[in-house]
């Protein structure tokens, strides 16, 4: 049972634009949310988070947003840097479950110069 | 660098062995995670402790067992490993273990078992 489900294995976008990353979840329990950012031979690295009670979350080139009626959520990414070339985790917390993460399946994001 | 250390990075065994992997968590950090990524598989939650306690627990096998020392530092343990045992484990950690947390990854300790 896939609570968490990034549907796009890879997503491939020019220099300077933007990349959307999307995410669905179907526990209605889930309230807090996170991206990781994952490069080869390395842990997840911590990108940006949001909360249930919010809608957005910005931080410099990357936003966060969540529908919660939807039980989608999305990252932008603008602009795109051939440096952000990784694989994004989606992941989603319930805060009766102690800080177990759920994560995604995670999306390849190639930026090309 | 999050500061969270693993030991070893790399280990080759045999079916039917034992490994023990090490974690150390972020100065200041009382809660550990583990986690298991399988080839062509999201990162899969194993248990999480907080101060010595078991917090929280995922889908661990009853082959694992793992536990956290009164230093902080977690071991995990895998024992009549079998073939589909071989990932990458990574462990975590975070200041007071909350759902809110931010989880801080290691670097993972990738174990192959033969």
New interface residues.
């Given amino acids: 049972d896939q609570q ?1 489900k990034q549907n796009s294995p890879s997503l491939s976008v020019q220099e300077g634009r933007i990349s959307i990353l999307n995410c669905d979840y179907t526990n209605s329990m889930f ?2 949310f ?1 991206w ?1 950012k994952k490069y080869p ?6 990108l940006i ?1 949001i ?1 249930s009670i919010k809608d957005k979350n910005e931080d410099g080139r990357f936003t966060v947003f969540l529908n919660k009626s939807a039980k989608h959520l999305s990252l932008h990414i603008v602009p795109s840097q051939p440096g952000d070339s990784a694989v994004y ?1 989606c ?1 989603a ?3 009766n ?10 999306t390849e994001l190639s930026v090309k110069p | 660098d999050s500061g969270v250390t693993q030991t070893p990075k790399h280990l080759i065994t045999a079916t039917g062995q034992r490994v023990t992997l090490r974690c150390s968590p972020r100065s200041g950090d009382l809660s550990v995670y583990w986690y298991q990524q399988s080839l062509d598989q999201g990162l899969q939650f194993l248990i999480q402790y907080y101060n010595g306690e078991e917090r929280a627990k995922g889908n661990i096998l009853e082959r694992f067992s793992a536990q956290q020392f009164p230093d902080l530092h977690s071991e995990l343990n895998l024992s009549s490993l079998e073939l589909g045992d071989s990932a990458l484990y990574f462990c975590a950690s975070s200041v007071s273990g909350m759902s809110t947390d931010t989880q801080y990854f290691g670097p993972g300790t990738r174990l192959t078992v033969l």
């Fill in positions: 968490v309230d807090y996170l990781y031979a390395e842990g997840p690295t911590f988070s909360s985790f992941a917390s319930a805060s479950q102690g800080g177990k993460l759920i994560f995604g399946q995670g």
